[in-house]
């Protein structure tokens, strides 16, 4: 029976006031309001977890409205859409970030005062949704903000994982993974729109038919169809009405149950179909090696890329827009390999599903597709064995391989009989097992590749994209990376942002650049003091919150030396404990030496089949043991291991610090952007001229940053020279002492086969060449020590790297991609 015609609402108006209103009162009102008939709750039963519900939709009341005006003015008006596509997103807790977005923070927090509340207690209650592993997916959080304030119309396309990045805990110094049930009590944020849902095709095999008039085409029979429900989560810009859509999709079987299983009576059989298709969206992989030859993986992958290509062909033919024009209604972004299969499924769309000619169909692809790259490690980058991805995609398979006939057809004809050449630049690997290379795939289906740091793409067109870049230079661009300055300043360190705000008036929020107006601060001494009170003040709190967790008293007066990112050995965390070893057995040489008193805080997760991270975790907190245990050393060298590291933590831990490290070897860390979140709070920078530490030290200046190590190039030339780690150890006695000593196991109750693996693989192998590295980093941070006593003077080098960090809002990258990659332009939203 078909429902009868949808009669005429009328306009929202008279709804709009009671959920909308801003002050405190009106606020106090709606979280009363919505604890009652949205979370079912008595005042004198709720707990902090239905609080906290009630004032999430107290927000997300604020912002509907919004998210409303903004998808019915994309509709209206002919707008270009941006769509982010990425496996992961880092959101990190949203209720703080809509409360300063919306401008209603204080406001909350004196309602909540009036009801006898503290609102930091009820943002503390949000779970994290943990929906990234580190960088690549903070990045597209920092890039969706961005976008939000921009007004540019964008759609943010992703996995909603059940579980997210796993619970990191801490026993006997090991880390152990537990699950993280980000889910567990709700999630207020996000709408669940299951009548938008689209189906996918897995397996199978392809079929030639005739269509009777332009001749063969091709049809897909597929083995099993899953269905993508979309959960849409607002995304409001800072100060604007702008609300973009994040749409993660989930998966759900299509039938309940499998009926030929179930009609032959094999109920677990049914059953265990469901659950197989609901594993799609289950969880989020960490970031592994293992990740190789994972079927589910490329199942996610294809899942959530189908489901959003589906989504963009029908809102353009919604809005009755020819396919051929695909390109100028919307730009994909490819956030990394992860979403590259879209060339073929794009092509399948267009050619199978919609009968345009091939040509035309490549046209529209490689016109609406771009690509950034996020890594320069070889074996990170993604390739699927031909067997599995033709078992699981049939017809990609095919279109690939017309793709890459053509595309080394050309490549013969420009370099005729240069067959090197055209095994490199193929897309499919034929050196032993056939893999299909995702990256050669996603540079070829696109009209844009870019790095993340100039570094970094200057060596993706040197090394590991060289034979493409040879080939269509064109493509090929720089964009720095970016994080926001909403979340990374004035949420997770709001007395500097007030104080920059009584400076500068507000308007640095949105336009960074203007932080430049500090400069003329730096001699101001009663400045230079509320700057030192408000740094004093975020490291007690850091401290408060160091002692309640794990029961170590620091001093907020010692320098806070800080590295918290993913562990891993290219980003050299081992350097740093070699750096600790050193100045403990300094100590011990000379107990009366005069040395800056240091705590040492590290943060992040091992991959949990990365055997040597995990090695590495086991070996800071060993060391932590036994410096802590020595009378003699632990006042003035404490170490501190922060479990779970995550957003939530990174916004209490960069405002806390004087010292962010940034010592991955040169040429290996794409970009890094917890470099920038350390700088915009005022921490000065140890690092090597690897990534964004480049650019900042080119912003900052080189005196207000402590350079050490190999260029990228010296890295180069040492390793075809022979390098020799051995020999290193063999010249420098006191590099020999602290390595001996982890030998001889002084850091595992005599055990010595502890750390053996490691020692071992600095004195064969080094890849990441910590020993080359050993003494201009140990040179350096002496440097660092003094400086660090000279206060005016590290005050003053602090305040110029907020000064000067303006390029590093994600504000800027976003204009850079608008500008020059996307070519879209901002819509005002009207309310
Ligand atoms: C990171 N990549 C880069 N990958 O390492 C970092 O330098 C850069 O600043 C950042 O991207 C943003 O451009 C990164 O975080 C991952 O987490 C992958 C996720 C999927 C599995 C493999 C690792």
């Keep these: 029976m078909t429902a009868p015609a949808l009669p005429d609402l009328g ?46 939709h107290t927000v997300r009341d604020r912002l509907v409205e919004r998210w409303i005006q903004t998808v019915l003015n994309y509709r209206a008006q002919d707008v270009r859409v941006v769509c982010y596509l990425s496996a992961e997103f880092l959101t990190g807790p949203h209720l703080a970030n809509n409360l300063i977005n919306l401008g209603i923070y204080d406001e909350a927090e004196e309602a909540m005062r009036k009801l006898g509340l503290d609102l930091e207690t009820l943002i503390e209650q949000e779970a994290e949704p943990g929906l ?138 049914a059953v265990r179909d469901k659950v197989d298709s609901e594993n799609i969206s ?41 396919l051929a024009d695909l390109h100028r209604t919307f730009t ?114 696109s009209h844009a590749v870019n790095g993340v740091a100039a570094l970094h793409t200057d060596l993706l067109k040197t090394h590991v994209l060289r034979d493409f870049y040879e080939l269509t230079p064109e493509k090929f661009s720089n964009k720095t990376n970016g994080v926001t300055p909403r979340r990374w300043m004035v949420l997770a360190n709001p007395r500097l942002a007030h104080l920059l705000s009584r400076r500068l008036g507000h308007s640095w929020i949105h336009d960074l650049e203007k932080l430049r107006k500090l400069e003329p601060l730096v001699d101001d001494q009663d400045f230079a003091r509320e700057w030192r009170n408000i740094k004093h003040h975020n490291k007690q709190r850091l401290a408060a919150y160091i002692y309640q967790t794990l029961g170590i008293a620091v ?17 050299r965390q081992h350097l740093k404990v070699l750096h600790i070893l050193t100045l403990y057995k300094r100590i011990q040489r000379n107990p009366e030496i005069a040395m800056q008193p240091r705590t040492f805080i590290f943060g992040g997760k091992a991959a949990p089949g990365y055997h040597m991270a995990k090695l590495i975790i086991k070996l800071i907190h060993s060391i932590a043991a036994v410096i802590h245990g020595d009378p003699l050393v632990r006042d003035r060298l404490k170490i501190v291991f922060l479990p779970n590291y995550n957003v939530k933590l990174g916004q209490r831990v960069y405002p806390a610090a004087d010292l962010s490290e940034q010592i991955s070897l040169a040429g290996l860390e794409a970009s890094g952007t917890g470099n920038m979140k350390f700088a915009m709070n005022g921490a000065l920078t140890v690092g090597t001229l690897d990534g964004a530490n480049i650019e900042i030290r080119e912003e900052v200046g080189a005196d207000n940053f402590f350079l050490f190590g190999l260029t990228a190039q010296e890295v180069e030339q040492k390793k075809a020279a022979g390098y020799n780690p051995r020999a290193i150890y063999e010249a420098d006695p006191h590099l020999r002492e602290i390595v001996d000593s982890l030998a001889a196991g002084e850091f595992s109750h005599g055990d010595r086969s502890l750390f053996e693996p490691l020692v ?67 819509v005002k939203i009207e309310i």
């Design 11 to 56: 306009s929202e108006g008279s709804l709009k006031t009671q959920r909308t209103a801003a002050g405190a009162d009106a606020l106090a009102h709606s979280f009363l309001d919505n604890l009652f008939f949205v979370q079912g709750r008595s005042r004198d039963r709720a707990t902090y977890n239905d609080l906290y519900m009630a004032l999430a």
């Design 132 to 269: 990234g592993n580190g960088g690549l997916g903070r990045l597209a959080s920092c890039f969706m903000d961005s976008l939000a304030t921009l007004d540019i119309p964008a759609i943010g396309y992703g996995i909603r994982y059940e579980y997210g990045i796993f619970d990191q805990e801490i026993r006997d110094g090991w880390q152990v993974e537990a699950t993280d049930k980000w889910l567990r009590l709700g999630n207020p944020w996000a709408l669940e729109r299951p009548e938008d849902a689209f189906e996918v095709k897995f397996g199978g095999r392809t079929e030639r038919y005739s269509d009777g008039s332009s001749g063969f085409r091709v049809r897909w029979i597929p083995e099993k169809l899953v269905r993508g429900i979309p959960n849409d989560t607002p995304i409001l810009g800072y100060r604007t009405n702008t609300a973009n859509t994040l749409r993660l999709w989930s998966a759900q079987a299509v039938e309940s149950f499998n009926f030929s299983s179930f009609n032959t009576g094999d109920f677990f059989a």
């Design 282 to 322: 289950k969880i989020l992989y960490p970031n592994d090696e293992q990740i190789k030859g994972k079927q589910l993986r490329l199942e996610q992958q294809f899942f959530f890329v189908s489901c959003s290509l589906q989504h963009i062909v029908k809102i353009q033919k919604a809005q009755e827009r020819p």
């Design 332 to 445: 994909i972004q490819m956030n990394d390999t992860h979403p590259a299969i879209a060339v073929a499924e794009l092509m399948r769309l267009l050619v199978d599903e919609n009968q345009m000619e091939w040509d035309s169909a490549w046209h529209v692809t490689t016109h609406t597709l771009s690509y950034t790259n996020h890594t320069l490690l070889p074996e990170a980058l993604e390739k699927w064995p031909v067997p599995l991805f033709g078992a699981l995609l049939p017809r990609h398979l095919e279109i690939i391989e017309e793709i890459n006939r053509r595309h080394l057809e050309e490549v013969r004809s420009r370099f005729p009989g240069d067959e090197e050449r055209v095994h490199r630049l193929s897309i499919i690997d034929e050196s032993g097992e056939r893999y299909v290379r995702m990256a050669h795939l996603a540079t070829l289906g």
């Design 555 to 571: 001093d907020p007066d010692s320098m806070f030396d800080i590295l918290v990112k993913r562990i891993h050995e290219y980003k």
């Design 760 to 826: 071992q693989n600095l004195l064969n192998d080094d890849r990441f060449m910590l020993f080359a590295d050993y003494q201009s980093y140990i040179d350096c941070q002496d440097r660092v020590g003094q400086s660090y006593r000279d206060t005016d003077h590290w005050t003053r080098m602090s305040i110029l790297n907020v000064a000067r960090i303006g390029k590093f809002s994600s504000d800027r990258a976003i204009r850079d991609y608008c500008a020059e990659i996307w070519k879209t332009w901002p």
